[in-house]
């Protein structure tokens, strides 16, 4: 007798009725999907097929491609901005548009392994492979924002020059209108990112940062390096160091002169072990209290490395026992529900990376803060 027939009579076939599954979000989000418009999606088939030329005549779906590629599809070509955004080349028109991408390619401020100067490439190339559209949130980003990719921030071989670059580049964007993200880059451009958010903010800034590092030390080898960009940052009028909350931070790359700095300085630090032991929402509730208080706008910081390295190879900084990225990535959009001014994702190397996992997940936190944003309505741009 074979396998099957041994065990389907008894095990596979019955007429029991089925439970009501509608409330499953995986069900809703079924249905909420015929709620959201494809209107953006059409305008820009239309407009690849206007500047890409009709198909071949083999090509039978006339209504979506073009000879040549000027939009999403294929996920494999293309020239990679962000999710396929457009690249807008004249940055005076960058208030046109509700978020823009830019990149800082600047690892001068590492401290062992270099290589995030080409993290911007990575988080671009390997976004190709996403759409704009999430199940779980049901939120489409190309129907909802207008997102363009701005490029690179020219970064200068010299940490105080390649500075006050990003940080008028920031500030820039920010003034403008739209909301900056920030694609890095080693953890040293948090202060020259948190330079440019403040200059445009009435009001103080909180600061919320995900990273197993302190990154609170004033010089490190007698620079700012990516050990100190905190310290620097609550230094500035509208940063102070109350309102910078720090998530995930522990382990054996701890300096300890960060951490008698931040002691000094008073900010709030929760390791991993508190995350598990507090809860998602309870984090995230500490840091909103935290990043808020008396402050008018919050910028949000991730660090690449306050995930486990097992999930991260590719960093400059690896620590085991980090944050799950499920955990991250909860947090992320528990603190965007709330909105931010701006978002900079840093410390993912390339060079260190494997099949892409750590680019990958920098750009599922920025798509996700995004999301969250848009559902919630705090697009955190729009200076008021």
């Known amino acids: ?210 990273d197993r590092h302190v990154d609170t030390q004033e010089k490190d080898m007698d620079e700012i390096m990516h050990t100190c960009p905190w310290f620097h940052a609550t230094n500035l009028p509208n940063c102070p160091p109350r309102n910078l909350v720090q998530i995930g931070i522990g382990g054996w790359q701890v300096p300890r002169p960060g951490v008698k700095a931040g002691r000094a300085m008073e900010c709030t630090v929760l390791t991993v072990q508190d995350v598990e032991r507090l809860g998602i929402a309870k984090t995230v509730e500490i840091a909103l209290e935290v990043a808020w208080k008396g402050a008018s706008a919050v910028y949000l910081s991730f660090d690449i490395d306050s995930v486990d390295a097992g999930f991260v190879p590719g960093t400059g900084w690896p620590e085991p026992g980090g944050l799950l990225p499920r955990e991250a990535l909860a947090i992320l959009r528990g603190v965007a529900n709330e909105g931010v001014a701006a978002l900079e994702v840093v410390e993912v190397s390339p060079p260190y990376d494997i099949s892409d996992i750590t680019a990958l997940l920098g750009v599922r936190a920025i798509v996700d803060v995004l999301a969250s944003m848009v559902k919630h309505g705090r697009i955190g741009g729009r200076l008021t």
């Open 1 to 210: 007798m074979t396998f099957y027939k041994r065990h389907a009579p008894g095990f596979r076939e019955h007429e029991r009725p089925l439970p009501d599954f509608s409330h499953l979000e995986g069900m809703l989000a079924r249905e909420a999907e015929a709620d959201i418009p494809a209107t953006k999606w059409w305008e820009e088939v239309k407009r690849g097929k206007e500047l890409g030329l009709e198909p071949a005549d083999s090509i039978e779906d006339k209504r979506i491609f073009s000879t040549f590629q000027r939009g999403e599809l294929p996920h494999w070509s293309g020239i990679n901005t962000f999710l396929k955004t457009p690249y807008l080349e004249d940055v005076r028109k960058v208030g046109e548009y509700d978020v823009a991408i830019v990149g800082a390619p600047f690892d001068i401020g590492t401290t062992y392994r270099s290589g995030t100067r080409f993290g911007p490439q990575a988080l671009r190339r390997i976004s190709s492979l996403y759409t704009t559209y999430n199940y779980e949130m049901g939120v489409d980003l190309r129907e909802s924002l207008a997102i363009c990719d701005v490029g690179d921030i020219f970064c200068p071989a010299n940490i105080t020059k390649g500075h006050d670059q990003i940080a008028k580049g920031v500030a820039h964007i920010l003034s403008q209108g739209a909301m900056p993200v920030i694609l890095g880059g080693d953890h040293s451009i948090g202060y020259p990112c948190a330079r440019g958010v403040a200059e445009c903010i009435e009001g103080n800034v909180g600061i919320i940062h995900l």
